[in-house]
């Protein structure tokens, strides 16, 4: 189809080494490209429209500037990228759109406003980077109120640490040792806690990748009284106890709280908020994780 396009409108297309960009900086192309997508949706009665980037567009970009317009091209595109969606989404009310941010490159304001990103980032895409995940989520909620990844084993340590609004599981259903019961139970956990999201966040510890530290973060619905807290000993850390500042939190108020280890067994003790404020938590193997949830005990 792209080969098509290029044949019967080379002006749709920003030429490059390898290839080319469809050119949404060029009103006839976006217009061209907003009709055929919109008679797609109707016709194949599309829910959600998933827009990929795995492509370095920014040689396509500068190669088609003029000397002394430069950046011009990438900033029309972009803005055309953004008037194609706004066109379509006028056009199908209720349209959820996927921008993908492929590795990051779609993770800004105005896609903010107006898709989700269901993959946050391509590091996803192999298995074995908690610590990035973890990083990732602590980064990007202080930014974006929502958006998902993957996840490859069913593991405690693994989900969580990808655990975020919604979750894509890549477990390896054919294998036949895998733990059926294991892989159900950390789905029901991420379902369990999809409400706290739509709350505050607080980050509980700064945002990076050093191995020998802990990563914790909260989520506080002050509507619902309750929230979460997960938190990961790294695999080389050597603090086995951290004591973390909760937000949201009345102090004068019990609650009950529930901790949830790394076999996902749990322990639930009543705490007063002044407890609960300064909360610490006891992790004596590295690369494990503790979830624990909280709510306001009622007024009798």
């Known amino acids: 189809a792209g080969s098509k396009i290029a044949t019967e409108h080379p002006e749709f297309v920003l030429g490059g080494k390898g290839g080319g960009l469809f050119n949404l900086s060029n009103s006839t192309a976006r217009a061209w490209m907003t009709d055929f997508l919109s008679k797609k949706i109707t016709a194949w009665g599309i829910d959600v429209l998933r827009m990929d980037f795995n492509m370095n567009p920014l040689g396509y970009w500068t190669k088609n500037d003029a000397a002394d317009r430069k950046g011009?091209?990438?900033?029309?595109?972009?803005?055309?990228?953004?008037?194609?969606?706004?066109?379509?989404?006028?056009?199908?009310?209720?349209?959820?759109?996927?921008?993908?941010?492929?590795?990051?490159?779609?993770?800004?304001?105005?896609?903010?406003?107006?898709?989700?990103?269901?993959?946050?980032?391509?590091?996803?895409?192999?298995?074995?980077?908690?610590?990035v995940e973890q990083n990732l989520t602590v980064g990007l909620s202080q930014f974006i109120p929502l958006f998902s990844t993957f996840t490859w084993s069913p593991d405690a340590y693994?989900?969580?640490?990808?655990?975020?609004?919604?979750?894509?599981?890549?477990?390896?259903?054919?294998?036949?040792?895998?733990?059926?019961?294991?892989?159900?139970?950390a789905v029901a956990e991420i379902k369990e806690n999809q409400k706290y999201w739509y709350g505050d966040f607080y980050p509980l510890t700064p945002a990076g990748i050093d191995e020998s530290a802990w990563a914790a973060y909260q989520l506080n619905r002050s509507d619902l009284n309750a929230g979460i807290v997960m938190a990961f000993r790294r695999p080389k850390s050597s603090d086995a106890t951290m004591t973390f500042s909760l937000g949201g939190i009345d102090a004068s108020k019990e609650y009950r709280v529930t901790f949830i280890d790394e076999s996902r067994n749990a322990v639930k003790r009543r705490m007063f908020g002044s407890e609960l404020r300064q909360l610490q938590l006891q992790l004596p193997k590295a690369k494990t994780s503790v979830l624990v949830r909280y709510a306001l005990v009622p007024e009798p």
């Open 72 to 131: 011009m091209t990438q900033a029309k595109y972009i803005e055309g990228l953004y008037a194609m969606w706004d066109e379509l989404r006028a056009q199908h009310p209720g349209l959820l759109l996927d921008s993908c941010s492929s590795g990051g490159r779609r993770i800004d304001l105005e896609t903010m406003s107006r898709a989700v990103t269901l993959s946050r980032s391509d590091v996803a895409c192999t298995a074995g980077h908690q610590t």
């Open 158 to 185: 693994t989900t969580r640490s990808s655990a975020t609004p919604g979750l894509i599981t890549q477990f390896d259903y054919l294998d036949s040792t895998l733990d059926v019961a294991k892989a159900t139970a």
